[in-house]
């Protein structure tokens, strides 16, 4: 059983190309798909045992890149503290409701019923920036093994800051 080049886990398949771009946010332009076509066609011919790695990372972002498109406005932010109002069911009488005559009111204090929920929402880390966080660290990883892409990346996060062959010099 012979497996095709799209088969083996050493060459890349016919989305990867796509899903780098994405990946590390690369402009769709020309030059820059050609940049990339040049990087893996580097990584496959001098060093394919890294592409498994390298596909497992832009499988990672993808579905990370799912989840982010799925979540709702409330799961965008951190929930610090959440209360309700509405009546509390074991404060309730047996048959459910609550009492109507004025009498019974006074008698029975209707804010004892009451349980409050409000939602706040903090600085904490939300799942979105949990989730953009993973994402970040798929995206650096992805770069270790097509470092020639770095400069062609727009997403913020993968922005060297210098890296460890830069240092500042000081005039005496």
Same mark, same amino acid.
Request: hydrophobic share 40%.
């Given at each position: ?24 946010? %690369? @402009? ?6 050609? *940049? #990339? ?5 580097? +990584?496959?011919? =001098?060093? &394919?045992?890294? %592409? @498994? ?6 499988? *990672? #972002? ?5 989840? +982010?498109?799925? =979540?709702? &406005? ?99």
């Amino acid at each position: 059983m012979s497996q095709t080049p799209t088969d083996s886990p050493y060459h890349w398949r016919a989305a990867d190309l796509e899903g780098i771009r994405v990946a590390l946010s %690369i @402009p769709a332009r020309l030059p820059a798909i050609r *940049a #990339i076509n040049d990087a893996m066609a580097d +990584l496959e011919q =001098l060093y &394919p045992d890294a %592409i @498994p790695t390298a596909r497992r990372e832009l499988d *990672a #972002i993808a579905a990370i890149d799912t989840e +982010l498109a799925g =979540l709702s &406005p409330e799961q965008l932010q951190a929930p610090i503290e959440t209360r309700r109002k509405a009546a509390s069911p074991d404060a309730l009488p047996e048959d459910g409701t609550l009492p109507v005559k004025k009498a019974d009111v006074i008698e029975f204090d209707t804010e004892l019923l009451r349980e409050e929920t409000i939602t706040r929402y903090g600085s904490g880390v939300s799942i979105e920036a949990a989730l953009r966080r993973q994402r970040g660290s798929h995206a650096r990883a992805l770069l270790l093994l097509l470092p020639t892409l770095e400069s062609w990346s727009r997403d913020p996060q993968l922005a060297s800051h210098g890296s460890a062959f830069t240092t500042v010099l000081a005039r005496g």
